[in-house]
């Protein structure tokens, strides 16, 4: 899947879709904010994705379809958790996992953004298994329903999954609870929130024989007015997934700390 179609629904949009027609307009709007946000990030100037996300015959304008607007609905602690996310620079263990090259988008629930779109996805006789491209290991989930257990702490979290017909649904709770597990949702600062008593549930959903609509929804009342719910189309390629090399060459922490050592 190579897709523009921002997390939140670009500025000035007020529709959850549009016609084919109106794609080239769409895509040049989000390319003019994101330059306007991030010029200076290869990923946003020369992105991977080259057209909208089209799910149901409709192109849509955000990965975002509930709230209906396409923006998140936080609590004032939801915006506190999120703000914490991105302030702390006095160390390197102040910075968002994914940063320190720890963990990435393999985890519950996965990001799909430009540079990091590509899914395996293999079932065998008694599991079915995930791999993300990025930095985490797979996961692994037996195909019989998997039996309630009390929830641990993880950076993963904790995950049942069952069969709901031909739909492939996902679980989680239980993650870590200290101030490093951040998601991070799509591209620069666009992210949610996640707590230890924040459910996810994911389902892959068979449209075609070369399509999975990749839907989750995040539940958690004490950061979220409303739940939020996502939905992006997996689509079959031929491509293979790429190898993880984040520490190679990662400048971007150590730039990080000495920009904020030299505001100080």
């Known amino acids: 899947?190579?897709?523009?179609?921002?997390?939140?629904?670009?500025?000035?949009?007020?529709?959850?879709?549009?016609?084919?027609?109106?794609?080239?307009?769409?895509?040049?709007?989000?390319?003019?904010?994101r330059l306007a946000a991030e010029r200076l990030d290869p990923g946003t100037?020369?992105?991977?994705?080259?057209?909208?996300?089209?799910?149901?015959?409709e192109y849509r304008t955000s990965a975002i379809v509930a709230p209906a607007n396409g923006q998140m609905a936080l609590t004032a602690a939801g915006e506190a958790r999120l703000r914490a996310r991105t302030d702390g620079a006095d160390g390197p263990e102040a910075r968002p996992v994914n940063e320190r090259c720890i963990a990435d988008a393999g985890r519950a629930p996965y990001r799909v953004m430009s540079g990091e779109m590509y899914f395996e996805i293999i079932q065998t006789s008694d599991y079915l298994v995930i791999h993300k491209e990025g930095m985490d290991p797979p996961r692994i989930f037996p195909l019989a329903r998997t039996p309630s257990r009390p929830v641990g702490k993880s950076w993963t979290g904790s995950s049942t999954s069952h069969w709901d017909g031909d739909t492939f649904v996902i679980e989680t709770m239980g993650f870590r609870p200290d101030d490093t597990n951040r998601r991070i949702s799509g591209p620069g600062a666009a992210g949610f929130p996640i707590a230890p008593d924040t459910r996810v549930t994911e389902w892959l959903i068979p449209v075609s024989a070369e399509v999975i609509l990749y839907r989750y929804k995040i539940d958690d009342t004490a950061l979220y007015v409303a739940p939020l719910v996502i939905e992006l189309p997996l689509v079959r390629t031929s491509e293979s997934l790429?190898?993880?090399?984040?520490?190679e060459g990662n400048i971007s922490l150590a730039n990080t700390l000495r920009g904020a050592r030299r505001a100080d």
């Open 45 to 57: 100037s020369e992105p991977d994705g080259d057209a909208l996300a089209v799910v149901n015959g």
């Open 1 to 33: 899947m190579r897709t523009l179609t921002p997390f939140f629904r670009p500025e000035g949009v007020s529709v959850a879709a549009v016609k084919a027609s109106e794609e080239p307009a769409l895509i040049a709007l989000i390319m003019s904010q």
């Open 242 to 247: 790429f190898e993880s090399a984040c520490h």
